[in-house]
């Protein structure tokens, strides 16, 4: 028998080994997601591990004969070409009708091993008719490293094909974005990807289609098409954008080419020099944040982005504008609650809710029917929404904006009914409150109101609503009130006035010294450096959406156990109340609360990168002219530059101060939550006291319990919310149960303060180790007092400064 030398078989095990294991990975989730869609059989394809043994067994695919000089690598070809003429590995049953089964062609089996009688010693040695062992011979031996090195590369061609061919196959399953989305749920940042994607768009932006020929070296022609550097891309209108800016770069090139080369034809006379220097720092900022993209996404949507042309909704789903700060119902949204339940252990079978409240059947049908917009006409399709063609999700944002500002008008209404109510009954006369209501707000949305009998309490307790899906009513909610895009859209047209306003202010004339030369390069600066800005404006503008809306869904979620509306902002009444005595309800809500903090995890790490970058960049800068102002260096800069860095500094750290004080406010929601499971656990720390007399009313009247006369505000005689739906709860669980007695409800008691005390401690962990941080600092009250009072300290001394050299000048 031959023998392979120890080195080299080494090596050959472990690249068997890592592919195996790719292949594993990948084999799995494909044979995972064909049995959860596929509803009919389809064909039997080989199977996979037989598939995978007779690929990677070299030791018996692969013979040497006589000195080693050949190697039979024949099994494994014909192999392929078998399974490619079956089309097991690329094309399923629904796509091409066939019902046969498929087979290997025995005649193309992988070989077996030969008589050993017949193999030579080993490919160095060279037997005698003694049987001898002979001397090594060079020759012998660089034919063997030759032959070694063409089936190395034959091997990894046929793996290449075979990955391709299952690639391929992933890309027809129905399921294929679960998959992808899923192995996302948890990525991190890849430098090295990174540092690819930002060479590849300087690249570009300097040397446009040529760009190709780089990517298509490394990589492949699919990862251009889906980066939009071709015209065969999905993404038509990123791929015009990207070659107008190219042959903007090409232009901008040959007229500062001109500048500097014939200075004595005064070519763009009165275009300040600081004006290409940001532009192109601004295209260098637009390719790190677009790389930054590419350096989060998974290491299987990498593969498939280079495998072939991907359709927009499944490149969409990266894209951080039309992705999250654009909450469609209908596009990612679910997705991403999908991942941070996945992230946080949830268990969705059990992540429901009961209320305390009936729900309006509006509100009812939006918490427990998950494809509740897909039917509806005014929610928008995240296809519609790329091509720009409809406005419908605006129009959807501000319809449910407007419903909900209705809500809050007629609420008023409907608590004033509530006391007129009262005061009737009061006064003896019968006049029904719920007929009143029905009578006035019959179909009115967000009109809940409590069960009067312990029957209806029993009945409303049977219905449980997926939390997953309040969580979407919620990010939708915080959506609608969240902060509009037109502020970086201002300061971009501020910023576009600075090299006018810089002229105006040296020469009285806002376009002094201008020829054609000048108004064409100006006019072309003027648009392409003004969608460049105000792109990357957007970006970092995102984080203050972000957390701006984040602390917005928070405050609606601590809304859900708060009993006591009155106190809230009228937005914030919309959202009923969960049942306090349902231990399950307390463990949803806090994992609702983690889920929520967490949403969005992808964009946010997005989100912290830009503006950690931004921040330390802009205050180097500020730095720098500090020390010029106070004459500590020599900084000499033009008006120009003075203006554009100016206003640039000012929006980048104005957003991100803005950023510190919601992050504040999201953090000291932990401590207002802590507070109101405190006012809980005081209540039932009460009831469980006065349990007696709980009960005693409960059981006072058995039969005007079932009765529909019987009403709960007769026996129920506490002022505080929390005892009322406490006690409440109680009497429809003795009902329920009869066989509980005294001792078992003060148990169940027992462990419900146990359980909030739980919750309170988890809380307190959480604010102390997971707080919403920026630049790694928690942010928090006091460091934000710290900051502006640093920043007003440096404002009052820059001005003194200025006076000071102000005063000095004239005195010179």
């Given at each position: 028998?031959?023998?392979?030398?120890?080195?080299?078989?080494?090596?050959?095990?472990q690249?068997?080994?890592s592919v195996?294991n790719?292949l594993?990975k990948?084999l799995?989730?494909?044979?995972?997601?064909?049995k959860?869609?596929?509803?009919?059989?389809r064909?039997n394809?080989l199977?996979?591990?037989?598939?995978k043994?007779d690929?990677?067994n070299?030791?018996?695919?692969i013979m040497?004969?006589g000195?080693?000089?050949?190697?039979?690598n024949?099994?494994m070809?014909?192999?392929?070409?078998q399974?490619q003429?079956?089309?097991?590995?690329?094309?399923?049953?629904?796509?091409?009708?066939?019902?046969e089964?498929?087979h290997?062609d025995?005649?193309v089996?992988?070989?077996s091993n030969?008589?050993?009688?017949h193999?030579s010693?080993?490919?160095?040695?060279?037997?005698?008719?003694?049987n001898?062992t002979?001397v090594t011979?060079?020759k012998?031996?660089?034919k063997?490293?030759?032959?070694?090195?063409q089936?190395t590369?034959?091997?990894k061609?046929?793996?290449?094909?075979?990955?391709?061919?299952?690639v391929?196959r992933?890309l027809?399953?129905?399921?294929?974005?679960?998959?992808?989305?899923?192995n996302?749920y948890?990525?991190e940042?890849?430098?090295?990807?990174?540092?690819?994607?930002?060479i590849?768009?300087?690249?570009?932006?300097?040397f446009g289609?040529?760009?190709?020929?780089?990517?298509?070296y490394?990589d492949?022609m699919?990862l251009?098409h889906n980066?939009?550097?071709t015209?065969s891309?999905?993404?038509?209108?990123s791929?015009?954008?990207q070659?107008?800016f190219?042959?903007?770069?090409?232009?901008?090139?040959?007229m500062?080419?001109?500048y500097?080369?014939r200075?004595?034809e005064?070519?763009?006379?009165?275009i300040?020099?600081?004006q290409?220097?940001?532009?192109?720092?601004h295209q260098?900022?637009?390719?790190?944040?677009?790389?930054?993209?590419?350096?989060f996404?998974?290491?299987?949507?990498?593969?498939l982005y280079?495998?072939?042309?991907?359709?927009?909704?499944f490149?969409?789903k990266?894209l951080?504008?039309e992705?999250?700060?654009?909450?469609?119902?209908?596009?990612g949204?679910m997705?991403?609650i999908?991942?941070?339940m996945y992230r946080?252990n949830?268990?969705?079978?059990?992540?429901t809710f009961?209320?305390?409240?009936?729900?309006?059947r509006?509100?009812?049908?939006?918490?427990s029917?998950?494809d509740?917009y897909?039917?509806n006409?005014s929610?928008?399709?995240?296809?519609?929404e790329?091509s720009f063609s409809?406005?419908t999700?605006?129009?959807?944002m501000?319809?449910?904006?407007d419903e909900?500002?209705e809500?809050?008008?007629?609420?008023?209404?409907?608590?004033?009914?509530?006391a007129?109510?009262?005061?009737d009954?009061?006064?003896?006369?019968r006049?029904g409150?719920?007929?009143t209501?029905a009578?006035?707000?019959?179909n009115?949305?967000y009109?809940y109101?409590?069960?009067e009998?312990i029957?209806?309490?029993?009945?409303?307790?049977k219905?449980?609503?997926p939390?997953k899906?309040?969580m979407r009513e919620?990010?939708?909610f915080g959506?609608v009130?969240?902060?509009?895009?037109k502020f970086p859209?201002?300061?971009?047209f501020?910023?576009?006035?600075?090299p006018?306003?810089a002229r105006a202010?040296?020469?009285?004339?806002?376009v002094?010294?201008?020829?054609?030369?000048?108004?064409?390069y100006?006019?072309?600066?003027l648009?392409f450096?003004?969608v460049?800005?105000?792109f990357?404006y957007?970006?970092?503008?995102?984080?203050?959406?972000?957390?701006?809306?984040?602390?917005?869904?928070?405050?609606?979620?601590?809304?859900?156990?708060?009993p006591?509306?009155?106190?809230k902002?009228p937005a914030y009444?919309?959202?009923?109340t969960?049942n306090?005595?349902?231990?399950q309800?307390l463990?949803?809500?806090?994992?609702?609360?983690?889920c929520i903090l967490?949403?969005g995890?992808?964009?946010?790490?997005?989100?912290f990168?830009y503006s950690?970058?931004?921040?330390?960049?802009?205050?180097?800068?500020?730095?720098?002219?500090?020390?010029g102002v106070?004459?500590?260096i020599d900084s000499?800069v033009?008006?120009a530059?003075?203006l554009?860095?100016g206003?640039?500094?000012?929006?980048?750290?104005?957003?991100?101060l803005?950023?510190?004080y919601?992050?504040?406010?999201v953090?000291?929601?932990?401590?207002?939550?802590q507070?109101?499971?405190?006012k809980l656990?005081?209540?039932?720390?009460?009831i469980?006291?006065?349990l007696k007399l709980v009960?005693?009313k409960?059981?006072?009247d058995?039969s005007?319990?079932?009765?529909?006369?019987?009403?709960?505000?007769?026996?129920?005689n506490?002022?505080?919310?929390?005892m009322k739906?406490?006690a409440v709860?109680?009497?429809?669980y003795?009902?329920r149960?009869p066989?509980?007695?005294?001792?078992?409800?003060r148990?169940k008691l027992?462990k419900?303060i146990k359980e909030?005390?739980?919750i309170?401690?988890?809380?307190?962990?959480e604010?102390q180790h997971h707080?919403?941080?920026?630049?790694?600092?928690?942010a928090?009250?006091?460091?934000?007092n710290?900051i502006?009072?640093?920043?007003?300290?440096?404002g009052?001394?820059v001005i003194q400064?200025a006076t000071q050299?102000?005063s000095d000048?004239?005195?010179?």
């Open positions: 028998m031959s023998h392979i030398p120890a080195a080299d078989k080494d090596k050959l095990q690249s068997k080994a195996r790719q594993d990948l799995e989730s494909i044979d995972s997601s064909e959860l869609t596929i509803a009919h059989p064909p394809p199977d996979d591990t037989t598939l043994n690929v990677f070299l030791d018996e695919s040497f004969e000195n080693g000089d050949q190697i039979h024949q099994s070809h014909a192999m392929m070409s399974h003429r079956n089309g097991g590995l690329v094309e399923d049953n629904e796509l091409t009708g066939r019902n089964q498929h290997i025995p005649s089996m992988p070989l030969p008589d050993p009688s193999q010693s080993g490919p160095f040695i060279r037997q005698s008719d003694s001898t002979g011979s060079v012998t031996f660089m063997y490293k030759s032959s070694q090195r089936k590369k034959k091997i061609s046929n793996i290449k094909k075979l990955k391709n061919e299952l391929q992933a027809v399953c129905s399921s294929l974005g679960k998959l992808v989305d899923k996302e948890t990525t940042f890849n430098l090295p990807r990174f540092l690819k994607f930002f590849y768009h300087l690249v570009f932006f300097g289609p040529l760009t190709l020929i780089l990517i298509r490394i492949s699919g251009a980066m939009g550097f015209l891309s999905k993404i038509v209108a791929t015009y954008f070659y107008l190219w042959l903007n770069d090409v232009y901008l090139a040959v500062w080419g001109l500097y080369l200075p004595d005064n070519w763009l006379s009165g300040y020099q600081e290409v220097y940001f532009f192109i720092l260098i900022i637009r390719s790190f944040i677009v790389s930054v993209r590419y350096g996404i998974s290491d299987l949507r990498h593969d280079k495998a072939s042309v991907q359709d927009l909704t490149i969409a990266d951080l504008t992705n999250w700060i654009k909450l469609n119902p209908t596009g949204l997705e991403e999908q991942a941070s946080n949830v268990e969705e079978q059990v992540f009961s209320f305390t409240q009936v729900l309006d509006t509100s009812a049908a939006r918490y029917q998950e509740y897909l039917a006409k929610v928008q399709s995240q296809e519609d790329m409809k406005g999700l605006k129009y959807f501000a319809q449910r904006k909900i500002i809500y809050t008008e007629r609420y008023e209404l409907r608590m004033l009914m509530v007129i109510g009262n005061k009954k009061a006064a003896g006369r006049v409150k719920r007929l209501m009578d006035e707000f019959e009115d949305l009109n109101y409590t069960p009998t029957d209806e309490i029993i009945e409303n307790n219905q449980r609503y939390a899906l309040l919620i990010a939708l959506a009130f969240q902060l509009s895009n859209l201002i300061i971009t501020l910023r576009a006035l600075s006018f306003v202010y040296e020469t009285g004339n806002p002094a010294y201008f020829g054609w030369d000048s108004w064409m100006q006019v072309f600066e648009f450096c003004s460049q800005v105000y990357n957007v970006f970092v503008h995102a984080g203050l959406i972000d957390f701006h809306r984040r602390e917005k869904m928070l405050l609606a979620c601590s809304g859900l156990i708060d006591i509306k009155d106190n902002c009444r919309s959202n009923p969960i306090f005595f349902d231990v309800s463990q949803t809500w806090y994992q609702m609360r983690q967490d949403l995890r992808k964009y946010l790490k997005r989100i990168l950690s970058c931004f921040l330390a960049f802009y205050l180097g800068f500020v730095i720098y002219r500090l020390l106070f004459k500590l000499e033009s008006n530059m003075v554009l860095s206003v640039d500094t000012i929006f980048v750290l104005g957003n991100i803005a950023m510190l919601y992050g504040a406010s953090n000291s929601l932990f401590v207002t939550d507070l109101l499971l405190v656990k005081h209540a039932i720390v009460l469980k006291k006065h009960l005693s409960s059981e006072k058995d005007n319990i079932l009765s529909d006369s019987g009403s709960l505000e007769d026996r129920v506490f002022d505080d919310e929390y739906i406490l709860q109680i009497m429809a003795q009902r149960k066989e509980k007695t005294r001792a078992d409800i148990k027992d419900l909030v005390d739980i309170r401690e988890r809380l307190e962990i604010s707080p919403l941080r920026i630049m790694g600092l928690k928090t009250y006091e460091l934000m710290q502006y009072t640093g920043l007003a300290t440096v009052i001394a400064q050299s102000s000048a004239q005195l010179q």
